[in-house]
Structures are given as structure tokens and as C-alpha cells.
Nanobody, 127 residues
Framework: QVQLEESGGGLVQAGDSLRLSCAASGRTVSSYSMAWFRQAPGKEREFVAGITWSGGSTNYADSVKGRFTISKDNAKNTVYLQLNSLKPEDTAVYYC????????????????????WGQGTQVTVSS
């Protein structure tokens, strides 16, 4: 059973930065694509960023491109999301997810592409 545990969320002001972490059990990070999604109140969960098992390919939602950076540390079995220049519209619960398939060449951008999810960490950005 794969377990994903997010941390690092909090209450910040617009323009501030945060770093989210997702600690995974097993050899998850080194073999599977990993992604971050978020869900704001009253909205559907949306893709934020993804990274392949090799770390050689990343992709981002247009709304966060240039501000957020996804990375991973295989030795720690952990995935990170660096959030810079935060805006009030970034307020959401952020979820970490693991892909259904191992050794993908490109990380998916839909919920269907992922089968294990963490419980989420709240990010609140005040104006």
C-alpha cells in the first residue's frame, strides 16, 4: 500500500513563498511520475505540476508556470513544490499524487492518470 503525506502548507500573504513536501512510502518517487493537484472551495480539483520518474520532464498548469517549481529527491522518496509569488487565487488544498503507470515518459495532467493520493495540505494566501 502506497502512502503519501503532504506537509508545508500554511497562511501567507500575497507575494510570499512556501515549499510543500510529499513524503512517499516505498520506491514510489524513483519509479513513478508524481504530481501536485489543488482544489479551491467550490471548485473542481485541478492539475498544478507533474514530474516524471526520471525527473527529466516536468509540466505545469499555465496559471502557475514561472512561479511554481516541482522537484524530487529520490534518496528521501520525497517530492516538493516550491510556490513563489503567491496570489490569493492560489488558495486551495494541495494534494500529492502518484501515477498509475511506472516509467512514463511524460507525467499526466488529469486525475485519471493517478491512483494514489495524499490527504492534502491547506495553502491560504491573504491579499
Amino acid at each position: 500500500q502506497v502512502q503519501l503525506e503532504e506537509s508545508g502548507g500554511g497562511l501567507v500573504q500575497a507575494g510570499d513563498s512556501l515549499r510543500l513536501s510529499c513524503a512517499a512510502s516505498g520506491r514510489t518517487v524513483s519509479s513513478y511520475s508524481m504530481a501536485w493537484f489543488r482544489q479551491a472551495p467550490g471548485k473542481e480539483r485541478e492539475f498544478v505540476a507533474g514530474i516524471t520518474w526520471s525527473g527529466g520532464s516536468t509540466n505545469y498548469a499555465d496559471s502557475v508556470k514561472g512561479r511554481f517549481t516541482i522537484s524530487k529527491d529520490n534518496a528521501k522518496n520525497t517530492v516538493y513544490l516550491q510556490l513563489n509569488s503567491l496570489k490569493p487565487e492560489d488558495t486551495a488544498v494541495y494534494y500529492c499524487a502518484r501515477s498509475r503507470l511506472a516509467y512514463e515518459l511524460r507525467s499526466g495532467r488529469t486525475e485519471y492518470d493517478y491512483d494514489y493520493w495524499g490527504q492534502g495540505t491547506q495553502v491560504t494566501v491573504s491579499s
